[in-house]
């Protein structure tokens, strides 16, 4: 038998290679899950723009003051020396998701997701100017005509609007949004200021008003290694296809246990509640993002029907098979070991970290200077960061460094709490008691109360011993 090439149309390849998107229609729900999700976007919607205008101590509650080099988390105060402490922080985050994932599935994405969050925010305006799911299909199959353009335009227009408050607030995070509400209004904004708001409202509107579900379904990652963190232990929104099957319509007062058929009554508002457009009967799929609308949905239908609820439920694999579920298991345990262990050091990090800082800089224009009376002298810039001990002045010493002396116009300084202070030191040495060319000695800067202190080593350059 020869093998012959065969001709196919370009147009037959691309619809192969390529799936054309459909729209997606979400149905109100409402429910338990229904009920939680929207107090969790309110809480969250209303954390993420109220905080900003917040204030803690004299200044913003968080800020993220990136030419000061410094950022503000209430009455934290992160300094780059401290940027372990905000690593520490970020990779907690990062396993506590990780072991919420294991108990639970993907909670996050059902219920804390920013995709997700502001994508209910999007779809709620949409509900109140287009209406419901059968409204808003009839009204994209509609012609286009001036009552389409208004509803669309008006739409469109509150997206826009609640998407540059988004970017608003989101720089509001890194300038001082009360300083930047000034600089709008005057339209005095900064060519950063001005892309950083564009640019995150152009990104909220594009995810959360358009591409949804695509974004889930495509681009996000968590969506593919989710699954390593699966196991037949961990919740997961599930049909119960034991119960359910065979589907089929039957009247509200039919036994189905005459008519042959499970719980499940082929209604398909479990798909048409979806907003990522899945039919949850089909199995686990990568595109549940765990919203649990499916759940109120079809525990809706049993009751009309007068069913117990639960055909689709929170569950595991091995309790849809009768196995007993272990609730503690090696994961589990690991996860939550690390977790504990590592909060428990970076808050320890935290409540005794130093209260000043203190880095030494040596002048680098001239190794050494002589001065009229013989003596060799060191040039260096002390850069003292008060992090939270009050307003203090500071005694700066030097130890290390047999005969060296600190000039008495460089010896205090003071330095607000919060505050970055430079001071000059000039640190002068007999040559009798330099025996090599390069020696150690440290500085220390101690407030005038004893309360604050820190050291930092330097070195003290000089001509070659004779």
């Known amino acids: 038998?020869?093998?012959?090439?065969?001709?196919?149309?370009?147009?037959?390849?691309?619809?192969?290679?390529?799936?054309?998107?459909?729209?997606?229609?979400?149905?109100?729900?409402?429910?338990?899950?229904?009920?939680?999700?929207?107090?969790?976007?309110?809480?969250?919607?209303?954390?993420?723009?109220?905080?900003?205008?917040?204030?803690?101590?004299?200044?913003?509650?968080?800020?993220?003051?990136?030419?000061?080099?410094?950022?503000?988390?209430?009455?934290?105060?992160?300094?780059?020396?401290?940027?372990?402490?905000?690593?520490?922080?970020?990779?907690?985050?990062?396993?506590?998701?990780?072991?919420?994932?294991?108990?639970?599935?993907?909670?996050?994405?059902?219920?804390?997701?920013?995709q997700t969050v502001w994508t209910e925010a999007f779809m709620w305006m949409e509900r109140h100017i287009e209406g419901d799911r059968a409204r808003r299909m009839k009204l994209d199959q509609m012609p286009w005509s001036a009552y389409k353009v208004g509803i669309k335009s008006l739409k469109h227009g509150v997206w826009i609007v609640f998407a540059l408050w988004t970017g608003?607030?989101?720089?509001?995070?890194?300038?001082?949004?009360?300083?930047?509400?000034?600089?709008?209004?005057?339209?005095?904004?900064?060519?950063?200021?001005?892309?950083?708001?564009?640019?995150?409202?152009?990104?909220?509107?594009?995810?959360?008003?358009?591409?949804?579900?695509?974004?889930?379904?495509?681009?996000?990652?968590?969506?593919?290694?989710?699954?390593?963190?699966?196991?037949?232990?961990?919740?997961?929104?599930?049909?119960?296809?034991?119960?359910?099957?065979?589907?089929?319509?039957?009247?509200?007062?039919?036994?189905?246990?005459?008519?042959?058929?499970?719980?499940?009554?082929?209604?398909?508002?479990?798909?048409?509640?979806?907003?990522?457009?899945?039919?949850?009967?089909?199995?686990?799929?990568?595109?549940?993002?765990?919203?649990?609308?499916?759940?109120?949905?079809?525990?809706g239908v049993m009751d009309k029907m007068h069913y117990p609820k639960g055909l689709i439920r929170y569950t595991t694999e091995n309790a849809l098979e009768g196995v007993k579920t272990k609730l503690l298991r090696p994961r589990?345990?690991?996860?939550?070991?690390?977790?504990?262990?590592?909060?428990?050091?970076?808050?320890?990090?935290?409540?005794?970290?130093?209260?000043?800082?203190?880095?030494?800089i040596r002048d680098r224009n001239a190794l050494y200077r002589e001065t009229i009376e013989g003596l060799i002298e060191n040039v260096y810039t002390l850069k003292v960061i008060n992090k939270g001990g009050g307003n203090s002045v500071f005694t700066v010493s030097i130890d290390g460094l047999e005969g060296a002396q600190v000039l008495s116009d460089g010896r205090q300084v003071a330095v607000a709490e919060g505050e970055v202070r430079d001071v000059v030191v000039r640190v002068q040495v007999d040559p009798v008691y330099l025996e090599r060319r390069s020696s150690v000695l440290s500085f220390t800067v101690t407030s005038t109360q004893g309360r604050l202190s820190a050291t930092e080593p330097a070195r003290f350059l000089g001509p070659l011993a004779q």
């Not at 499970?262 to 508002?269: E, Q, S």
């Open 1 to 114: 038998m020869s093998l012959k090439s065969v001709d196919v149309p370009a147009g037959d390849i691309e619809q192969h290679l390529y799936a054309k998107r459909q729209r997606i229609y979400p149905r109100e729900v409402h429910g338990v899950f229904a009920w939680l999700r929207t107090t969790a976007v309110l809480v969250l919607l209303g954390l993420y723009y109220g905080i900003p205008w917040l204030r803690w101590d004299q200044h913003q509650a968080i800020l993220f003051d990136l030419p000061g080099r410094k950022f503000h988390l209430f009455a934290l105060t992160i300094w780059p020396q401290d940027f372990i402490y905000l690593a520490g922080l970020l990779i907690i985050a990062a396993l506590a998701l990780f072991f919420f994932t294991a108990l639970a599935g993907r909670l996050w994405c059902g219920f804390a997701c920013p």
């Open 168 to 299: 608003f607030t989101f720089v509001g995070y890194f300038t001082p949004i009360l300083e930047l509400a000034l600089k709008v209004t005057s339209a005095s904004t900064g060519p950063w200021e001005t892309f950083w708001v564009v640019f995150y409202a152009f990104a909220t509107y594009g995810n959360a008003g358009w591409m949804r579900e695509q974004v889930c379904i495509y681009m996000c990652p968590y969506a593919r290694f989710q699954s390593a963190m699966f196991d037949r232990n961990t919740l997961i929104i599930s049909y119960d296809d034991k119960r359910g099957d065979p589907r089929g319509s039957r009247r509200h007062d039919a036994d189905p246990a005459v008519q042959g058929l499970g719980h499940c009554i082929d209604c398909t508002l479990c798909v048409q509640v979806c907003p990522t457009g899945i039919d949850i009967r089909d199995g686990l799929q990568y595109q549940c993002i765990g919203c649990a609308a499916c759940i109120d949905a079809c525990d």
């Open 332 to 360: 589990v345990i690991v996860y939550a070991v690390v977790l504990m262990l590592l909060t428990s050091a970076v808050f320890w990090g935290i409540a005794t970290r130093d209260l000043v800082s203190l880095d030494v």
